[in-house]
């Protein structure tokens, strides 16, 4: 079950990612074109983060860690709060789809949280 998964996730990456949002930035001529980077090449979680969705990953740095930086909250506090943020927008969009809620798209980025603070 794993490799057709993995093969249908791939599939799912490829057509949303980069060819869907590639042909809806050249019908708007949206001039930036950077949707996701080399994530695949990640040394560490940090780095996959980064460049996993840049579009997600630019709104949260701009609209939840820099405010948060801004108040002096510390750097492990505002990188919990924008991993938490994301996680409930995932969830969201989980019990939106499914209609079901279980908390496993909230578990799931709130346990990267450790990692990347460490």
Known sequence: MA???????LIF???FFHSHLNLMAE???FSDRT???DWWNAGDL??????WNNPIH???IRHVYYPLRRRKVSGSTSLFVTF???AIFHEYLVVGIFSVVNFIAFIIMMVNVPI???
Request: hydrophobic share 50%; net charge positive; glycine share 6%.
């Open 3 to 9: 490799v057709p998964a993995a093969y249908i996730w």
């Open 13 to 15: 990456f490829y057509c």
């Open 27 to 29: 019908l708007t001529y």
């Open 35 to 37: 949707f996701y980077g």
């Open 46 to 51: 940090g780095e996959y983060w980064r460049k």
């Open 58 to 60: 630019h709104f949260l």
């Open 84 to 86: 938490l943020v994301s």
């Open 116 to 118: 990347m603070i460490a």
